[in-house]
């Protein structure tokens, strides 16, 4: 079986400040790995994605992830915040029929 | 081009009601998935389509739920005797993959806003 699990339900970063989001993952096979954010009333947006290529992954927005087996992590980084990172956002991993089995989420907050 | 599009975005029933909700995939889209997403149980796979079959169905609640998808394109997600636990936003997802280890990017639709009174 596959899960992930998302530390901190909540972060609050200052705008400038570096924003990272804990993800690890639990996988028997090797894991496709997913970042997406959602917008307050919106859907959900690839933020980037890991597919057993680069093991640091750039995504949209100046969004990054890496991949550490030895960690079994997925963690996203951004050097620096925005007021408009301002979401929620998912981890995500794949099985084998590509359903996504996600993470319990984290609401990024950014204050001025 | 046009993304993934669900209908209605909004539907509030009444307890023991039947409701369906459509979800349009992105044109050429082979895979199409149903997702529902709640205060209590975060986001939660429900189905997925692989052309007109759903070779997974494991995330379905209870029998009172059914999809369908026809001509490989448009899904309606059917819920009978709606219950207030029902109450979430159900997501719609397509993507070009066919499943297996090919894996490409799931496009979300904007959801369906169900409430239960």
């Known amino acids: 079986a596959q899960s992930v699990t998302q530390l901190g339900s909540h972060v609050s970063v200052s705008e400038g400040a570096l924003v990272l989001l804990r993800c690890n993952y639990s996988s028997s096979v090797p894991p496709y790995l997913f970042w997406y954010v959602q917008y307050p009333n919106q859907g959900l947006q690839l933020l980037l994605k890991?597919?057993?290529?680069?093991?640091l992954v750039k995504g949209i927005n100046g969004f990054e992830a890496e991949f550490k087996k030895s960690e079994t992590s997925f963690h996203l980084t951004k050097p620096s915040a925005h007021m408009s990172d301002a979401a929620e956002y998912f981890c995500a991993v794949s099985s084998h029929t590509d359903k996504l089995i996600f993470g319990t989420g984290t609401r990024l907050q950014v204050f001025p | 081009g046009a993304g993934v599009s669900q209908s209605p975005s909004n539907k509030v029933t009444e307890k023991g009601k039947d409701v369906e909700l459509r979800c349009d995939p992105i044109?050429?889209?082979?895979?199409l998935y149903w997702y529902r997403q709640s205060l209590g149980q975060g986001l939660e796979f429900l189905i997925y389509f692989q052309g007109n079959s759903a070779p997974d169905k494991s995330g379905l609640p209870s029998d009172r739920f059914s999809a369908e998808r026809t001509g490989g394109s448009v899904s309606t997600l059917t819920i009978q005797r709606t219950q207030q636990e029902d109450s979430a936003v159900y997501l719609c997802?397509?993507?070009?993959?066919?499943?297996?280890?090919?894996?490409?990017?799931?496009?979300f639709g904007p959801g369906t806003r169900l409430t239960v009174t």
């Open positions: 044109s050429g889209h082979t895979a």
């Open positions: 997802a397509s993507s070009l993959t066919r499943g297996g280890r090919g894996i490409g990017e799931q496009y």
């Open positions: 890991y597919t057993s290529a680069a093991t």
